[in-house]
Nanobody
């Protein structure tokens, strides 16, 4: 059973940066796709970045050029570097892992990111 633990959220001023971490309990090579979603109060959860186990990445248009998803295979960890943060980035950020062939769909517990002056 795959478990995910997020960390790195917090309060930051507009224009600041944060790095989120998602530690997996298994090798990330065994997971088809990992990514980050976020959900603001009263809003739908939205995908913001994904990384395939071969390394290909994808981003929501609104975060391109500001956010970068990466991984450290040795640490079984996926990161989300967030730069030039804006108030509209405020949300709970969730890490997820998907391996449809193995019927694995797992979410982390979420970490709060608040961007405010």
């Amino acid at each position: 059973q795959v478990q995910l633990v997020e960390s790195g959220g917090g309060l930051v001023q507009p224009g600041g940066s944060l790095r989120l971490s998602c530690a997996a309990s298994v090798s990330i090579f065994n997971i088809y796709k990992m990514g980050w979603h976020r959900q603001a109060p009263g809003k739908e959860r939205e995908m913001i970045a994904g990384i395939h186990n071969r390394g290909a990445t994808s981003y929501r248009d609104s975060v391109k050029g500001r956010f970068t998803i990466s991984r450290d295979v040795g640490k079984n960890t996926v990161y989300l570097q967030m730069n030039n943060l804006k108030p509209e980035d405020t949300a709970v950020y969730y890490c997820n892992a998907e391996s449809p062939q193995d019927n694995i769909y797992v979410w982390g517990q979420g970490t709060q990111v608040t961007v405010s002056s």
